[in-house]
């Protein structure tokens, strides 16, 4: 059915035809009969699939990227879109309108998509009531950001802020520290910047006493030696790592629009990411979660994030060139590579490739 809608969603500018999506899903949440249909259209259950992971049941190890569901706008349609969990956001403390559009491009030819959307969100109020519409079977994380007009010093205080406001709505929360488009962001992979978030971040789950998760998402840009340093730290403050978000290089595109700025997703991503999540397994041994994203178009891809490490595994620009028929097609094939290669379940492919 995609084949069909593509060439008209494609028509559209990117952030057009992502608006026309999330209407679609809008519809089909608000029409709440709807929601069986497309359960049964994109829903795959197989017990080989089910993994449980720092005590959260997910049903297949396929996930939604951060970014699609910025505000939290259709949750319940994406619960039913087969996914084995959803993140929602990034969300910072207050609305912000995010960068001047255009702020989004397709690179058909490379299979990728640049962003520099710059955490267009409506802010943690009003996302935390519309995620409080519903309830929800399947994990649901939050993708957490800091507002723009944070000053520098206190930005880290954004992120604490927002998981204080969703701290009983939400499974697992995601510190992002790597988007490309809030200036400076990333200067929390430094040394000391990072110390002091992890310090913040210790304080509050203590003064809390929080039970959810916490997973930190790391630059694709980070070189495996700093990769290394951080996960030393990252391993004593944080539940899990997300690797890796989007790139700045530029190496090897032939798209129009290759040279905007921003992040590169899609395609191009995938060895990268591959090699971090490799690295990042051995360092921790195999004993800290890992979760993979970046350019996973096919089951293979999917395998091969496995195998070299990851746990589970998100999409966002693959949806965008595939359509939802993507979740049902992976979740199928993997439960057949399973079967077919004498595995019972997932977790027993995970980290086979690494030395
Ligand atoms: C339009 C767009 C917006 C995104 N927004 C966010 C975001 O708010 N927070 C985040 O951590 N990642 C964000 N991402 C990154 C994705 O979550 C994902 O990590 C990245 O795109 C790599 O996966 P992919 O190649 O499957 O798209 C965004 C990606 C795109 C394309």
Redesign the pocket.
Known sequence: MYKIIKPFLFKYEPEQA?GKTLDALKFVQHYSQLLPLIKKMYHYDHPSLQQNLNNIEFRNPIGL????D?SCEVPKALENAGFGAI?L??ITPKPQHGNPKPR?FRLVEDQA?I?R?G?NNLGMNKALSNLRKYHYDIPVGL?V?VNKVTPYEERYQDYIKVMETFKHDVTFF?V?I??PNTENLQKFHDKSEFSQLCEAIQNFRQRTELSVPIFI?LTSDLKLEDLGRMLDHIVETFDGI?L???TQQRDGLSSDHRQESG?L???P?FERNLKMINYAYKYTKGQFLIIG????FTSEDVIKMLRNGASLV?????LVYEGPGLTKKLNKSLAQYLESNGYQNVSEIIGLDVE
Request: net charge positive; charged share 10%; hydrophobic share 30%.
């Open positions: 992502h990227a951060a970014g699609f910025k993140e956001g990034g989004m998509l962003n959307m955490f993708n950001g995601t992002n790597s988007s998402k997300i890796a978000n989007t992040g997703s899609g395609k991503l994203t970046g350019g996973i998100q999409i966002y620009s693959s």
